[in-house]
């Protein structure tokens, strides 16, 4: 999970870097090109086995929900400091939390709505709407964050059909289908170092999706899931250190908040799955 941070913190830093060179559809179309090289021999495996039409119901409406997501993500880093792009983005889980009540049925217990209740205290200490002057680089991240929600839902509907490495491939195949007409309308010819950067860009989100992973199957999200409220500690040393933003304390309370609620929320649904799976002590074994 560290190294998950670093890898995200990075990328964030790269697209900061650009300052909204390019537009946000152009940068997330190239981004999303580059990660297809590393994802072709999954995604051209799954196209030759084929899936039911509700199957591509599903892949299209994520690929969408993904479109908007990263498009308003891209938006976001080029209007405001890096702490405060990654601070809202705990937003992520809370939305998910939420969404899988609603739509999903699963039980939103009170303890679970108080945890919910304080990230979103945490969101709006890092907004605070009202005693500022919100940028709409601020809404724009919000908007990301609920549509990078909704799709991991859809996500989470889709990893009971299919493997979880063809629901990640096919995703950025749809996003990338969907991101180019909005890229061509746009098209500014970048040089050979922006393509270079947006390249290294995939790089570290393709390697920080995949040390996620290695770190869910080594321990616990209750554990696991702390770790990444250093990743706001170390975005926002990089705003100060590398682009001189300055350093905001009611960003990282607020970013703390939300990850010690989410943490919460992480732990208490470890433990109701244990006592699901843990056969009551005297139980007879078949």
Request: positive net charge; aromatic residues 10%; hydrophobic residues 60%.
């Amino acid at each position: 999970m560290l190294v998950t941070g670093l890898c995200f913190v990075g990328v964030n830093t790269i697209v900061r870097g650009l300052e909204g060179a390019l537009p946000a559809s152009q940068a997330a179309f190239i981004r999303f090109l580059f990660g297809l090289v590393f994802l072709a021999p999954v995604i051209l495996g799954a196209l030759r086995g084929g899936f039911p039409r509700d199957v591509w119901g599903m892949f299209a409406l994520r690929g969408a929900l993904h479109v908007v997501a990263v498009v308003a993500w891209f938006y976001a880093m080029s209007r405001i400091t890096v702490a405060e792009v990654t601070a809202i983005g705990f937003l992520n889980p809370i939305i998910v939390t939420l969404g899988a009540a609603l739509f999903l049925g699963e039980r939103l217990a009170a303890r679970r709505m108080i945890a919910v209740g304080v990230a979103l205290m945490g969101a709006l200490i890092v907004l605070r709407p009202g005693l500022r002057e919100l940028d709409p680089g601020h809404l724009s991240q919000v908007l990301a964050s609920v549509a990078f929600g909704a799709s991991y839902l859809v996500a989470k509907q889709l990893s009971g059909r299919v493997p979880a490495s063809v629901v990640v491939a096919m995703m950025s195949l749809m996003v990338a289908v969907g991101l180019a007409p909005l890229a061509i309308a746009q098209w500014v010819p970048p040089t050979w170092a922006q393509l270079g950067w947006l390249g290294l860009v995939a790089v570290f989100a393709t390697t920080g999706h995949y040390t996620m992973t290695r770190a869910f199957a080594a321990a616990p999200l209750a554990v696991t899931q702390p770790v990444t409220f250093l990743q706001l500690v170390w975005a926002s040393l990089v705003g100060v250190l590398v682009f001189h933003e300055p350093m905001d304390g009611w960003v990282l309370l607020g970013g703390g908040l939300m990850i010690g609620a989410i943490s919460y929320i992480t732990w208490r649904e470890a433990r109701v799955r244990a006592r699901t799976i843990t056969p009551a002590v005297g139980a007879t074994k078949g």
